[in-house]
């Protein structure tokens, strides 16, 4: 049985709903994967990863949004986060809305990220009303990238990332971008 009572929305296979602490070592073990870290400048200590969930719970009880922690409706199984941050690094386009995901690896191609992606793009444009989302990625993880394509997202060019310009596999991005019609 499904509680939908704890989700703020759910998809087809997936609710997304605010963070609990039952979450952190579920999350530290997925940010501990090195394929899932694989386009990431390192992997996250078990300390930030409590940080960043207990500031997705703030900025969602601030703002009504967040990088969602996301479960298989199916068994209530915690796979990681689908969701929407505030971007603030140094860029020509931010502060901008971003759109984001990592899941545990073994939920990997099975359509969850797009799935999930497309709805969060749905929740954000019709019931938060964003004129705009955008995505980031590393030019080199064209993972991520053919998935904002599949959830309709424009390339719109190419950057140096402000906050990686010290990593040479990294520093050089990806910007997508979808906007209500």
Known sequence: MIDTKKYIFTSDRLGFRNWTSTDIDKMHEINSDEEVMEFFPGIPTKQQTIEFVERMKKQFEDIGFCYFAVDIL?????????GLSIQTFEADFTPCIDIGWRIKSSEWNKGLATEGAKK???????????????????????????????????KQYEFEHSLLTN?????NCVLYKTETK
């Open 74 to 82: 199916e068994d209530n199984e915690f796979i990681g986060f689908i």
């Open 167 to 171: 990593n040479d596999q990294l520093k």
């Open 120 to 154: 969060c793009i749905d929740y954000a444009l019709n019931d938060l009303k964003f004129e705009k989302i955008y995505s980031i990625a590393p030019k080199i993880n064209t993972k991520s990238e053919h998935i904002m394509t599949k959830i309709g997202m424009k």
